[in-house]
C-alpha cells in the first residue's frame, strides 16, 4: 500500500506510520489491489471530521453522489443506499458502515452492493492534526481494497478508484477550506 512518484503523491514516514495503524485491510488476495491517498487540507481536523463522519450525507462532499438515504439508525453496521451521478458506469451503490471513530477520527465503509464493479470493496479514511501555513490543518489518508473485475487489470482499477478518490479528496478540501476560511482561525504561533 505504498504509494510512490507515479503521479498518486509521495506518501512519507509520518504517513506511513498512520497508515500501518489505521489503515488495516487484511491480507491482499491475488485478485485484489489496494492504494493508500493523502490529502493535507487547510482547515482543522474538527470542521474537516464534521464533513466526513456523516454517513448519512455523503453528498455535502461527493460530488458523484446525488442522493443518501440510511437504513436503520447511524450506528455501526447501518446500510445506506446512495445514487450516483450521471457519468460513471454505476447507478446506485449499498453501503455498510464499518467503523466510525470520533475520538482517533477514523472511517470505514464496505460497498455491499449495487449496480457497479466494485465488489468487496473497503475504505478506511483517517485524519491527523497538522500545521499548514501556521494554521491549523488536516492530513486526510484514505486507502482502500478492492476485488479487479474480471476484463481489468490490477493497474486500471487502482487508477480508476484512486481517480474517484483523489475527486473526493479535492471537494473535500474545497468544502472544508472554505468552511475555515469562514471561521477565521487563527494561526498558531511557533514556539
Not at 58 to 79: A, T, W
Request: glycine share 6%; charged share 25%.
Amino acid at each position: 500500500m505504498n504509494e510512490n512518484s507515479n503521479g498518486r503523491g509521495v506518501i512519507g514516514s509520518v504517513e506511513s506510520e498512520y497508515i500501518r495503524r489505521h489503515h488495516k485491510h487484511g491480507d491482499l488476495a491475488d485478485h485484489q489491489c489496494s492504494s493508500a491517498l493523502v490529502k493535507h487540507i487547510k482547515a482543522p481536523v474538527h470542521l474537516v471530521w464534521s464533513l466526513v463522519r456523516r454517513f448519512d450525507q455523503p453528498q455535502k462532499y461527493k460530488p458523484f453522489i446525488s442522493r443518501c438515504v440510511v437504513l436503520g439508525n447511524l450506528e455501526i453496521g447501518s446500510l445506506r443506499e446512495v445514487d450516483v451521478r450521471s457519468g460513471l458506469p454505476a447507478t446506485t451503490s449499498t453501503e455498510r458502515l464499518e467503523l466510525l471513530d470520533d475520538d482517533e477520527h477514523i472511517f470505514s465503509i464496505r460497498i455491499v452492493g449495487g449496480d457497479h464493479r466494485l465488489k468487496n470493496y473497503s475504505s478506511v479514511i483517517s485524519l491527523h492534526p497538522e500545521i499548514i501555513d501556521g494554521r491549523p490543518g488536516t492530513l486526510v489518508i484514505e486507502s482502500f481494497v478492492v476485488d479487479v473485475p474480471d476484463g481489468n487489470t490490477k493497474d486500471e482499477t487502482c487508477y480508476f478508484v484512486e481517480a474517484l478518490i483523489k475527486c473526493n479528496l479535492k471537494s473535500l478540501a474545497d468544502v472544508s477550506e472554505s468552511h475555515a476560511v469562514q471561521d477565521r482561525t487563527e494561526p498558531i504561533e511557533c514556539m
